[in-house]
């Protein structure tokens, strides 16, 4: 069964320390994986994208890495800022009907940072 | 460009009413996403079309859903009739090509089904 599992469930930091996201997948065959942030109230916004070639991937502070052989991927924050408080999803594409593949997403990790 | 639009922001309406919900993608992109989250199931997509036609509709929970997209600038998703368990937040995204193009999201529309 393809799935997409996340840890923690949520996590609080203190401002300006580090932390990781896990992602564990299931998805077979494997097309890509993707990073999103979701605000509270807002859409997701994409961080990452990464195709199976890929090992790790940086946007500004963030960064991501795969592994494809053991189908786990991590987010990394770094220096955390307060805006970091969001929920972060990580989505797999295997390949499916049409041309995009079928997209399997995680719960999503809530995370919140404390001044 | 404004990014993908969505209407209404909030929807608040009874149990049998129909309930229709818009969006309109970005400018010159060629794929449309309808999503739905909830806090039990998190986000799940539902359909999407490429060029204004339907690809994969087998997220859509029931034939009480139904989407469709006229022309390249608006689509609609209609539940009729609506019932409680359909309250969530509905998303539209946009991407312009298939793979790994980065999808834009909207707003999302909250609908409330009493």
């Known amino acids: 069964k393809n799935q997409v599992e996340q840890s923690p469930q949520s996590l609080i930091i203190l401002e300006g320390k580090n932390c990781t996201l896990q992602c564990n997948y299931t998805v077979s065959p494997f097309s890509n994986l993707r990073w999103y942030k979701q605000d509270t109230g807002r859409g997701p916004v994409s961080l990452t994208i990464?195709?199976?070639s890929e090992n790790t991937k940086s946007n500004g502070r963030y960064t991501a890495t795969l592994d494809a052989d053991t189908k786990q991927s991590s987010l990394h924050i770094t220096a955390s800022q307060l805006s970091d408080s969001a929920s972060y999803i990580c989505v797999v594409s295997g390949w499916g009907s049409g041309n995009t593949g079928k997209l399997i997403f995680g719960q999503g990790t809530t995370l919140q940072v404390k001044p | 460009d404004a990014g993908v639009i969505q209407s209404p922001r909030h929807e608040v309406t009874e149990m049998g009413q129909e309930v229709t919900l818009r969006c309109k993608p970005i400018?010159?992109?060629?794929?449309l996403f309808w999503y739905r989250q909830t806090m039990m199931r998190g986000l799940e997509l539902l359909i999407y079309?490429?060029?204004?036609?339907?690809?994969?509709d087998s997220g859509m929970p029931e034939d009480r859903f139904s989407a469709k997209m006229p022309n390249a600038s608006f689509s609609t998703l209609k539940i009729q009739p609506s019932e409680p368990r359909d309250s969530a937040v509905y998303f539209c995204?946009?991407?312009?090509?298939?793979?790994?193009?980065?999808?834009?999201f909207g707003p999302g529309t909250r609908l409330t089904v009493l």
């Open positions: 079309f490429n060029n204004n036609v339907p690809i994969d």
């Open positions: 995204a946009s991407t312009h090509r298939r793979g790994t193009d980065t999808q834009y």
């Open positions: 400018s010159g992109h060629d794929y």
């Open positions: 990464m195709t199976f």
